[in-house]
């Protein structure tokens, strides 16, 4: 992380729906096995934002990042999903995905590129984000993990 951020592993990701829904992120499947959701807050203790990501082997899948919309445009998000491409690399993924339904994104502004989804690994596409949660015509953004 590039701020002084802590991070701290979310034990009941149901508790996450309510902020999913209002920022209009997908919910259904939060509760599922396969999934790591940790809440990030600044050094006092103050909660910032949230972050997950699924680990694919070759892959990760980052999603469900949402910064409290009073410390948006500082660097958190940005700090949220590095913090997520490092753990998903520390699980051995040398590519970060991740799905979003608009455009533009935050993610182009940190390095992602669009890719096509049959660039992606199986694993990817058989996630519940790829199969269903997202539309069809979701963008799928693709990072190389390694910096
Ligand atoms: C998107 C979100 C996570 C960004 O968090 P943030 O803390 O404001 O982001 P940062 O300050 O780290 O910004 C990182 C970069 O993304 C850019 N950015 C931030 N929000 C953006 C947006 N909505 N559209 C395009 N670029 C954006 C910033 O300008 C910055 O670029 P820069 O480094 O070139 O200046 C936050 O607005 C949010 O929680 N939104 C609701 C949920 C959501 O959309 N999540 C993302 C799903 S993929």
């Known amino acids: 992380m590039t701020l002084p951020l802590v991070a701290t592993a979310v034990a009941d990701p149901v508790g996450l729906v309510g902020l ?7 919910t259904e499947d939060v509760a599922e096995p396969g999934r790591v959701f940790l ?13 997950g990501f699924e680990p694919l082997g070759a892959a ?3 999603r ?14 940005g700090a949220v999903t590095a913090d997520l491409m490092r753990r998903g690399r520390e699980q051995g993924a040398a590519d970060a995905f991740a799905f979003t339904t608009g455009e533009p994104t935050f ?16 694993a990817v596409l058989a996630t519940r984000q ?18």
């Open 39 to 51: 809440r990030y807050a600044t050094e006092g203790g103050e909660f910032v934002a949230i972050g």
């Open 107 to 122: 993610l182009a502004a940190l390095g992602f590129r669009r890719a096509e989804r049959a660039e992606a690994p199986a």
């Open 20 to 26: 999913l829904s209002e920022a209009g992120l997908p």
């Open 64 to 77: 469900s990042i949402v910064v409290v919309p009073s410390y948006r445009g500082y660097g958190v998000g």
């Open 60 to 62: 990760v899948l980052l």
């Open 130 to 147: 790829a199969m269903g949660l997202c539309s069809v015509s979701a963008v799928l953004w693709r990072k190389e993990t390694v910096r």
